[in-house]
């Protein structure tokens, strides 16, 4: 997940319709968290794989993350790289801990609401404000990080991260592509093995997110050194619609396959030929918005999720309900995202520029 930051940068094409695929994962992700509450078995969901949204954004980021630094990390320094990254992901991480312990504590229909040990909550707090992985909480099901359950997907962006400023933005494309091969064996041995690549929110699938996050980045950055853009005319619509069918996949018994296909091939094509496809201006800045909303999105929804669970265990409402509940919720926090984005996203990534790159502009929302 990078971002503009320097006049060098600004000579660069930028790819809107990647922003705009993001924002549509991002909701995709909103939706497939609603649906599993509702449909606890995964055969009669029909977002089913929503969750593979998360292997999508690894692959953008790596693509990101080269075309923003490959050509001035040296010139950046250690330092100042992860001062830039901290300041473009980490506000959001601590609002997304503070949205999740309001939701835990304060939970209208939990039936028991906030009787954790307070000394455990609050360390799970500071756990979490810190991204450090701590699944402790039986009540959020053993979550890495039980108060904010997406930022399991963050902590790995962490280490992609530190990885590619220490080892990856230096090495060749014939070891990048060496690494790729090592990923695909680990990736195909995991999904195997779990029958899925759902893995890497919990404890007890903590390494599943560890080859998650290989495979896409890695291939993510090897994309965009090979330049594998595609020059095409589909369009946003059609591009967006493409991505939309990994998620609406149905779920079978050959899960362990069709998500490593769609995973290993599909989501790296879509990201050579949606960095080389044609925007109208009109929808150039809807995936610009979409691109911006995405992180506060994914960041700050998982809150409204478990007060969610808590009042379909209590209300059993019925399918119209339900579908009212979950169109207005995503609108909903959607346009919460958007005033996170306005009021404190925006601003604490410029006050922390000021403060802590005085030389450089904040980085922007796009590309992330």
């Not at 994962?25 to 998360?54: K, T």
């Not at 039986?138 to 790995?156: D, G, H, I, T, V």
């Not at 926090?333 to 009021?343: M, P, W």
């Not at 410029?350 to 403060?355: D, E, G, W």
Request: aromatic share 16%; hydrophobic share 55%.
């Amino acid at each position: 997940m990078a971002g503009i930051n320097s006049a060098p940068l600004s000579t660069k094409p930028h790819f809107a319709l990647l922003d705009g695929l993001r924002g549509v994962a991002a909701l995709a992700i909103v939706i497939f968290h609603f649906m599993e509450w509702v449909y606890p078995d995964p055969s009669r969901n029909f977002i089913a794989h929503g969750f593979l949204a998360v292997d999508f954004f690894f692959c953008l980021s790596g693509f990101v993350i080269a075309y923003a630094y490959d050509d001035r990390i040296r010139r950046l320094g250690l330092a100042a790289f992860f001062r830039l990254r901290l300041i473009r992901l980490h506000p959001l991480v601590i609002l997304g801990s503070v949205v999740g312990l309001l939701g835990f504590l304060f939970d209208p229909f939990a039936a028991q609401p906030g009787l954790l040990n307070r000394a455990n909550l609050w360390l799970t707090f500071v756990c979490s404000i810190c991204l450090i992985p701590l699944p402790i909480m039986k009540e959020r099901a053993f979550n890495l990080f039980s108060l904010n359950a997406p930022a399991w997907s963050l902590f790995w962006e962490y280490v992609a991260n530190i990885l590619y400023a220490l080892v990856l933005y230096r090495i060749s494309r014939r070891n990048l592509s060496l690494l790729i091969v090592l990923a695909t064996a680990v990736l195909c041995l995991v999904s195997y093995r779990a029958g899925n690549l759902l893995g890497g929110w919990a404890g007890s699938n903590f390494w599943d997110g560890g080859a998650r996050v290989a495979y896409s980045f890695l291939v993510g950055l090897f994309i965009y050194r090979a330049n594998w853009i595609f020059k095409n005319n589909l369009g946003f619509v059609a591009v967006a619609g493409l991505l939309l069918l990994a998620f609406f996949m149905p779920f079978t018994r050959w899960n362990w396959l069709t998500e490593l296909i769609i995973v290993l091939l599909y989501f790296p094509a879509l990201i050579a030929v949606g960095a080389g496809a044609t925007v109208s201006a009109g929808l150039e800045k809807l995936c610009v918005f979409l691109g911006r909303l995405s992180y506060p999105l994914y960041m700050t929804h998982y809150g409204a999720m478990w007060i969610f669970g808590s009042y379909l265990a209590s209300h059993k409402p019925d399918t119209l309900h339900l579908s009212l509940i979950v169109i207005t919720g995503a609108i909903v926090l959607s346009g919460f995202a958007y005033l996170v984005l306005l009021v404190y996203d925006e601003p604490s990534r410029r006050y922390l520029a000021v403060r802590l790159l005085p030389s450089s502009k904040p980085e922007t929302g796009r590309p992330k």
